[in-house]
């Protein structure tokens, strides 16, 4: 199955209707074309989203870098557990099932991880729609 300009127009749709999970066919449709793909889309758009913020959010983009910058699994788990912890807001709740989904990436594990890169997106899709970000922002950043 090779990703379409259909699977796109899809999720596009699904966007612009507020369904909660717009992206998760796309993310589902990447991930089985190249594995990989799919979180690599969702890094793109949440880098994307806090760069936007500002200064505000220098602590959740510090908290991505250094995710990012980590390939052990366990160390991985163990912080995005200490964020759901520690943080209450949305943002860094997404961030958090972000780094989840990379430690599942990382075992190899990426169809399981697709579950938590759909939260993350269901979370971009709400906070792009109440602070008036266009989809074409997020679907501009797909690794193609």
């Known amino acids: 199955m090779s990703i379409t300009e259909q699977n796109i127009q899809d999720a596009r749709l699904n966007f612009s ?5 717009w992206a998760a066919e796309l993310l589902v449709s990447l991930n089985k074309e190249r594995p990989g793909t799919a979180i690599e889309w969702t890094i793109a758009c949440i880098s994307s989203v806090l760069a ?5 959010r220098k602590n959740e983009r510090e908290m991505l870098t250094s995710a990012l910058s980590c390939e052990e ?8 557990t200490s964020i759901q912890a520690n943080q209450r807001d ?9 780094i989840a989904a990379k430690a599942l990436d990382l075992e190899g ?7 938590f890169l759909t939260a993350v997106m269901r979370f971009l899709g709400t ?12 679907f501009q950043l797909l690794p193609l």
Do not use: M, P, T, V
């Open 17 to 21: 209707s507020a369904d909660d999970y």
């Open 52 to 56: 936007s913020a500002g200064d505000g």
């Open 127 to 138: 906070y792009c729609r109440h602070q008036h970000i266009r989809s074409d922002e997020l």
């Open 109 to 115: 594990k990426s169809d399981r991880a697709i579950f």
């Open 90 to 98: 949305e943002l860094s709740l997404a961030l958090a099932n972000l």
């Open 73 to 80: 699994a366990e160390e991985l788990r163990h912080f995005s």
